[in-house]
């Protein structure tokens, strides 16, 4: 069974960093696309930051400048820093892991929050 375990997440002050993590296991992991996803209360999911397995990466216009994906195959780990946080930024964090057309899979969830 495909497993996406994400971590990293809490509570910080505006303008601060925090550095999510989600590890795959039993998934060829370096062929995916993996994705950070987020969805705050009473809004839908959205995609925040992607990464290829060739390492392209793409940004949500409002994350673009402040977060940062990267992966490490070596890993089967893939990251999400995310600095200059702002309180809109405050949702609950959902790994992807896509492949194909057929294979996709989601991590629990994280919750980060941005508050004062």
């Known amino acids: 069974q495909v497993q996406l375990v994400e971590s990293g997440g809490g509570l910080v002050q505006p303008g601060g960093s925090l550095r999510l993590s989600c590890a795959a296991s039993r998934i060829i992991f370096s062929i995916y696309t993996m994705g950070w996803y987020r969805q705050a209360p009473g809004k839908q999911r959205e995609l925040v930051a992607g990464?290829?397995?060739?390492?392209?990466?793409n940004y949500a216009d409002s994350v673009k400048g402040r977060f940062t994906i990267s992966r490490d195959n070596a890993k089967n780990t893939v990251y999400l820093q995310m600095n200059s946080l702002k309180p809109e930024d405050t949702a609950v964090y959902y790994c992807?892991?896509?492949?194909?057309?057929?294979?996709?899979?989601w991590g629990q969830g994280t919750q980060v929050t941005v508050s004062s």
């Open positions: 990464i290829v397995s060739a390492g392209s990466t």
């Open positions: 992807n892991a896509y492949w194909s057309g057929i294979h996709d899979f």
